[in-house]
């Protein structure tokens, strides 16, 4: 009767061996690998400026995925507490992104909150808003995490040692407002910004060559509307130009009150984009000439003009600024060319 008793109490034995040394199920090993190890907290800036949200969670996604760290992105506000987030996720630490437009540079503040030791770490940087504004951002990245080593390499040996793969899509933003969820999607990139400029000046003429022996000064308001678009060699603004060149002709015979009004396609070259920006451009188009002469009474004429200068535009605001600018004015008059310089200061306007 003692046989059958130890045979049973062997299989009872391996059984349990069987059971605690087999591996996790495989629903087991989908629950961790959905929960993320650090959740990104993107806030969104409370003053109207544009969304560099994608950017942001595009360069976070990349670093913590090379780092073998899963990341969840959320987009929340300055309200939100990043804690409890963290805890209803079931992630480690939050990373929180937070970013603000200053000028004509990108102000970017990242925070590293620990949940189980309830620390934090916090870099800033600031950078222009140009074509190397990710270099930026991957930059400060590279800073805070560098901070978090030893929190990093934990994690990753952690989520290496349960042989989950840590390279989930990169997810995009769901509206701000604290959802702790998102869709398990690629965020788009960052489209180049686009920069509306609206301008007014004034400038005095001043005749140079021919046109010199018969009038002294001229008088020329312009305005100029533009839009610039970001390009590899730099910002190009593309716009219309106008204005009304006035000035007093007198001649052996005869005198008139001459206006000269140019409409022309304006192209911008800026040298930069912070809160000073030299640039030059070139404007070329028709132009109308009016002359109201004492004995042959108004004649009127179409002829081409070319304008050329270099400029400094200095920032006020977020959206104000000014411009100085010297030109040089050729109208093709025959026989004899209209030219002049053309010093102005423009004030500008950034709808």
Request: charged share 10%; net charge negative.
């Given at each position: ?16 061996s ?5 591996p ?5 090993t ?20 544009q ?12 670093k ?19 804690l ?7 992630a480690?630490?939050a990373l929180?992104?937070?970013?603000q437009v ?6 970017v ?16 940087t600031?950078g222009p ?12 990245m590279?800073?805070?995490?560098a ?15 349960l042989?989950?793969?840590a390279a ?9 407002g604290?959802?702790a969820?998102a869709?398990?999607q ?14 007014g ?6 005749p ?8 002294s ?9 533009s839009l610039?678009?970001d ?12 204005g ?9 015979l ?10 022309g396609?304006?192209i ?24 109201v002469t ?7 004429d ?17 959206r ?11 109208y ?6 209209l030219t002049?310089f ?8 950034h709808?």
């Amino acid at each position: 009767m003692s046989r059958p008793k130890l045979s049973t109490m062997r299989a009872i034995v391996f059984a349990i061996s069987v059971f605690v040394c087999a591996p996790l199920p495989a629903a087991v090993t989908a629950s961790s690998a959905k929960q993320p190890d650090i959740l990104v907290l993107i806030d969104q800036p409370p003053q109207k400026t544009q969304d560099f949200s994608p950017l942001i969670a595009e360069a976070a996604s990349y670093k913590l995925g090379n780092l073998g760290l899963a990341s969840q992105v959320v987009s929340t506000t300055e309200a939100d507490s990043p804690l409890p987030m963290i805890k209803a996720s079931g992630a480690s630490a939050a990373l929180v992104c937070r970013y603000q437009v200053d000028g004509g540079q990108l102000v970017v503040t990242l925070g590293w909150f620990d949940a189980q030791s309830n620390t934090s770490v916090v870099v800033q940087t600031r950078g222009p808003m140009d074509l190397h504004l990710d270099g930026v951002i991957l930059a400060a990245m590279d800073d805070i995490l560098a901070k978090v080593q030893a929190q990093v390499s934990a994690l990753s040996a952690r989520r290496a040692a349960l042989n989950i793969p840590a390279a989930p899509p990169a997810p995009t933003l769901p509206p701000a407002g604290g959802a702790a969820s998102a869709v398990g999607q690629r965020p788009p990139v960052a489209h180049a910004a686009h920069r509306v400029l609206l301008s007014g000046g004034f400038a005095p003429f001043v005749p140079t060559g021919a046109a010199s022996y018969y009038f002294s000064l001229g008088y020329l308001p312009s305005l100029l509307a533009s839009l610039f678009i970001d390009t590899p060699v730099g910002p190009v603004g593309i716009g219309v130009y106008t204005g009304m060149d006035y000035f007093a002709a007198t001649g052996t015979l005869d005198s008139a009150d001459d206006y000269l009004i140019p409409m022309g396609l304006d192209i911008r070259y800026e040298l930069g984009t912070g809160g000073l920006r030299p640039y030059f451009h070139l404007v070329g188009g028709p132009a109308l000439l009016v002359m109201v002469t004492s004995t042959q009474g108004t004649l009127v004429d179409v002829l081409p003009f070319l304008k050329t200068g270099i400029g400094l535009e200095i920032d006020i605001g977020s959206r104000f600024g000014v411009s100085a600018l010297v030109d040089y004015d050729v109208y093709f008059e025959m026989p004899y060319l209209l030219t002049g310089f053309s010093p102005s200061v423009n004030m500008v306007f950034h709808p």
